[in-house]
């Protein structure tokens, strides 16, 4: 097997407020793959940070009253907070307002593209909004209004440094195109492409140091200028890596990395599929591989934002219902293209239904059968010792409650599979464990994580049928009445019920890694037995 060197980033917040529940999705999202690629045997790093140059940092710590690189620190660590109660395996975190690997990459960056000759001054005006830190044509406004945050933009003139995107617009239009640089799912790329056909301008890159209040990294030989916050920021994702400090680290995990992975939410997908790669092109560096856009959470119908007053603490909604329900939430709710609304009441149903009474119910219903039925020992299918000719346990199996259906239901609903007499093999159940490697495999290679954990949630749904068919409470009735027949389809069905849940126990690790631990411990054998059967989900319906 190939062993990959796979980067895996997420965007790099603001730090004007504390995060809300939006970013928790990107972050659970860029774990999840991480996680999968680990134990596919891939190299993986994967990096986060904070924004902290941004104007609008400086801004809210001004109303907030308090020093801004206080107001950052604080902020910041709020975001590196998250990584312990949504469990994230994040490899690296930098912070650009005091990073020292960040100003020395930045300037590197500057420089770069100023050698290729995309860099100039001229003066510009613009209607500019800090919210987004971003300019507007007027055409992208509504009615006058920022169509993110809904202010009306201010208007700026100044003398600037621009970058000569309009140079990049054919070569960006065959990347994306032709897949070189995939950007999923493709209602975005298709948004992108039809930006880029629409004309591409060259767009301001620094601020008079007066309006950024002097907060920044100033230009490379123009001190009275800043270099725009985005500029900035997405030159985290090579800084991070050592651009200006260390080559080997950029070698390793940007310029001969086998994938280079960034998670973004679909507002900045315009920095991240036209502005980052057209600069990437100027300074002579390879481009992402992959840009994976995730919609919005709305809260209770309405819009999430820092700002708002709905926002939906991450760390409060662990509190309350455990960092498994808020992951698998965010997993299996939130659509491959397009938004969701959270609701408390939506995370509960589906951590009860799917998690308590799916996988846990699952796990110690079987665990608990085999504590009952056989001391704790996982009983082996066919290992049992011969039984002597002759003691009666050859009879014929009885038919009605007790034994197994002679026809199996196939999975995807296919036509049932005929099968012998009292068959026990749960080939269902099997088929289900066997096909999930590669159903998780196929869908977080298209960022559907929904159909991936969907493929977990099949095996769980096969055992727990195949648990209720069998009937393992009467086959042991049958058993301790003298029938070693059904004492022998009473190992097998219990061996392929715990090997299930084994199964799941593996195959929900990215997902929920802290579940999948628990699952893992319920069907580890000590000294030859289980250990007593214990929940493996707490129900949250009464919170
Ligand atoms: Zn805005």
């Given at each position: 097997m190939t062993r990959h060197h796979v980067y895996i980033t997420t965007t790099i917040p603001y730090v004007n407020a504390r995060p809300h529940v939006g970013f928790a999705l990107e972050l659970v999202q860029a774990d999840v793959l991480a996680r999968h690629h680990r134990r596919r045997g891939d190299h993986v790093r994967l990096q986060a940070g904070t924004d902290d140059n941004a104007l609008k940092n400086v801004q809210a710590a001004e109303r907030a009253g308090v020093p801004v690189q206080e107001f950052v620190d604080r902020n910041a660590a709020a975001f590196v907070a998250l990584h312990r109660p949504l469990t994230l395996s994040i490899d690296d975190v930098i912070h650009t307002g005091r990073d020292p690997r960040h100003r020395a990459g930045v300037e590197r960056f500057w420089r770069a593209c100023e050698a290729s000759g995309d860099l100039y001054r001229k003066h510009y005006e613009g209607l500019y909004c800090v919210g987004c830190e971003q300019f507007y044509a007027p055409a992208d406004l509504d009615d006058g209004r920022?169509?993110?945050?809904?202010t009306t933009p201010q208007r700026v003139a100044e003398e600037n440094w621009f970058f000569?995107?309009?140079?990049?617009a054919g070569r960006l239009h065959d990347l994306i195109e032709s897949g070189r640089l995939r950007i999923e799912p493709a209602e975005r790329r298709n948004e992108v492409l039809s930006f880029i056909a629409g004309g591409l301008e060259d767009f301001s890159i620094s601020r008079s140091v007066a309006r950024a209040r002097g907060w920044g990294i100033p230009v490379p030989g123009d001190p009275g200028q800043v270099i725009y916050v985005w500029w900035d920021a997405l030159g985290n994702y090579l800084t991070a890596l050592g651009?200006?400090?260390?080559d080997a680290e950029l070698r390793r995990w940007?310029?001969?990395?086998?994938r280079r992975v960034h998670l973004v939410g679909k507002g900045v997908v315009r920095f991240h599929a036209v502005y980052w790669p057209a600069m990437l092109l100027s300074a002579g560096l390879p481009l992402p591989t992959e840009i994976l856009v995730h919609g919005y959470l709305t809260a209770d119908g309405r819009k999430i934002s820092?700002?708002?007053?709905n926002t939906v603490d991450p760390t409060a909604l662990v509190d309350a219902y455990g960092t498994d329900a808020v992951r698998w939430w965010l997993l299996r709710e939130v659509p491959r293209a397009g938004d969701a609304d959270f609701t408390h009441d939506r995370l509960i149903a589906r951590a009860d239904d799917?998690?308590?009474?799916g996988v846990g119910n699952l796990v110690n219903r079987v665990i608990s059968m085999i504590h009952r039925y056989r001391d704790g020992r996982p009983p082996v299918p066919g290992g049992r010792p011969p039984v002597p000719p002759g003691s009666g346990d050859r009879s014929p199996v009885p038919p009605g409650p007790g034994g197994c259906p002679s026809v199996l239901p196939a999975p995807d609903g296919r036509p049932p599979v005929p099968s012998g007499p009292g068959d026990c093999s749960g080939d269902e159940v099997v088929a289900a464990c066997e096909r999930a490697p590669a159903l998780v495999d196929a869908a977080l290679g298209s960022f559907d994580f929904r159909a991936a954990t969907e493929a977990v949630r099949a095996i769980v749904d096969a055992a727990n049928r195949f648990v209720n068919r069998v009937r393992p409470w009467e086959l042991v009735r049958a058993e301790r009445a003298g029938d070693g027949d059904a004492g022998r389809r009473l190992d097998a069905a219990l061996a392929v019920a715990l090997d299930a849940c084994r199964t799941v126990g593996v195959e929900l690790s990215p997902f929920l890694p802290d579940a999948a631990e628990r699952v893992a411990r319920q069907c580890a054998v000590v000294d030859g037995r289980l250990p007593a059967p214990s929940p493996v989900f707490a129900r949250l319906a009464r919170h």
């Open positions: 920022c169509p993110e945050h809904g000569r995107l309009s140079r990049y651009y200006g400090t260390d940007w310029s001969a990395a086998d820092k700002s708002s007053d799917e998690l308590a009474n």
